[in-house]
């Protein structure tokens, strides 16, 4: 069973900047992909950010050059920095997790992004 700890989020003014984790446990060997989603009322789940195990990653376009994702592999640990944050970037982000052929999601974490 994996399970999935994120932290980071939070209230910040428009053009500051936040940091998101997200930690994976259990029984792990090798995972496949990690990374991000987010949600805003309203609006469909969306991938903002993923990077595989060997450091491939992948940005939607309305993040690219603000966000930046790495990854500690010894500790199954993700991160997403978050720069020159817009108020459409608010909505709860939740971490993701490819083992196998199994996708795991975290509990989420809110990011509201206002003056």
């Known amino acids: 069973q994996v399970q999935l700890v994120e932290s980071g989020g939070g209230l910040v003014q428009p053009g500051g900047s936040l940091r998101l984790s997200c930690a994976a446990s259990?029984?792990?060997?090798?995972?496949?992909?990690m990374g991000w989603s987010r949600q805003s009322p309203g609006k469909q789940r969306e991938l903002v950010a993923q990077?595989?195990?060997?450091?491939?990653?992948t940005y939607a376009d309305s993040v690219k050059g603000r966000f930046t994702i790495s990854k500690d592999s010894a500790k199954n640990t993700v991160y997403l920095e978050m720069n020159s944050l817009k108020p459409e970037d608010t909505a709860v982000y939740y971490c993701?997790?490819?083992?196998?052929?199994?996708?795991?999601w975290g509990q989420g974490t809110q990011v509201t992004v206002s003056s």
């Open positions: 993701r997790f490819i083992y196998g052929f199994t996708l795991y």
């Open positions: 990077v595989t195990s060997v450091g491939g990653t």
């Open positions: 259990g029984s792990i060997l090798r995972w496949n992909a």
